[in-house]
């Protein structure tokens, strides 16, 4: 284990009013299933940085406390241990999460509704994104009438015009096809390029999260710890075959069957 | 499709035809059991008689449901923000369906008298269960994942109501109604049995004993007519207001052609 729990001893390194992240030696448990079960440590001693404008992409095996973390980091719950310091954050599924009754262009404004606009000042303000992002001519379109890629955008975009500095992804492409997903990984690297935020990005996709990150931490099996963090300087827009990604994805997936 | 219609048709036809040559052959007694044209004869000699009073029930109906969704709306709504008045409340509501209604039927006219406001309370009582259940169902089934996305957002308790829970149990709200137009019926007969002046159900508990049997079937007829229609309405209604529920139902119905995905 590489972390441990403690008060943090050095100065934030993030300028957490800018928009960044640092989690230390964060520490959830949970209680087991049936009674008098054990109860579940889903992370134990994970410590992120995320500094404004960075994403950093978190990947893991199936239930080593990924979705956790980014609700820890979004303050919907709170770590029984360690330190918290993140900017306003907003969540975005794998699931969509759609509204089944309305159009895209106010499922996309649904933030905004919730922080008090107006039905008419939430579409003002997500028309010229939806314009901007490829959905032109879907203002109206509900979710049915949408393929599963489009619907993934418009749930970025809500997620998006929420407004806050930190995005948190949680396997935002995870239900999508191969094929769809390497789409949307290109679209979602664009979309930051043109809108800069700082991402925390949880995945099961080795790839994807090198593709799209500029920090990758590998989570160990539950209870989920770091155990390597890889720095992926290579220049955007990437590729998978660039020779500096495919090393560093043999190094995750090491560390991972390790 | 079209198939399908002519043998439902058919069906009927033939039901009908048997029960008129019964009448006919088997020398039953037009006072016992009339026969279909003689119905058919009573709707159209009695038309004025019948409209009258059906236009009463008819009141009572609409104006029961519409008494036993605002109530139903006000309670599930109620129930749902919070969790203690559930605990509280819930058994009673399950109660309030073990009502023997028509032992209680003639005790509430004896008590509001003979006019409306029985038969409301009574219509009201029956169709407030039906309603209050799926409504109160559909706003606790609502995707916990989709509270924990309004609450990122920032979004209030209330807010999530608006904008979230009110519009996913519209569907549930709509079931409640459409179930609840069959018991209408019979809770609004059921109350004018119980005491009244005018009205179908009055209508039939005096023609019985006039021996006017065809005017008695042909008020029955009225009644199931205007019971189908109302859920008809309602289903439409339900379409408009809360067309997601069913997407195979709306593009059937129509589809907007949508414009080519230009990523794809």
Redesign the interface.
Known sequence: MQTRIQAPETAPATRIEAGGVRLEGVTKAFPGRRRGADEVIALQGVSLQAAPGETVAVVGPSGCGKTTLL?IA???IAPDGGTVDAA????M?Q?D?L???AGALDNAG??L???GASREEAREEARPLLRDF?L???E???P??L?G??RQRVAFLRTLL?GRPVL?LDEPFGALDAITRH?MQA?LAGALAREPRTVLLVTHDVEEALVLADRVLVLSPRPGHVVATLEVGAPRPRRRTDPELVALRERALQELRA | MATLTMISLLIVAGLIGAWELYTHVGGVDEFLLPAPSAVAEALVEDRGLLWENFVVTAGEIGLGIGVAVALALACAVALHFSADLRRALYPLLVGSQTIPIPIVAPLLVAWLGFGLAPKLAIVALVCFFPIVVPTIDALARVDADLRKLMRSFGASRWQTFRLVEAPAALPGLFTGAKLSVAFATFAAILAEQSGSENGLGHLVAQAIPQFETARAYAAVLILSAFAVALFGLLALAERRLAPWHRPGGVLAVGERRLPVDPHR
């Open positions: 609700e979004c303050g919907l306003p954050a907003a969540l599924a699931r999460l509204l089944p009754w649904l933030a509704r919730a922080a490829g032109e001519g879907f109206r379109a509900r049915h009438e393929s890629g489009m929420s948190c789409e679209w």
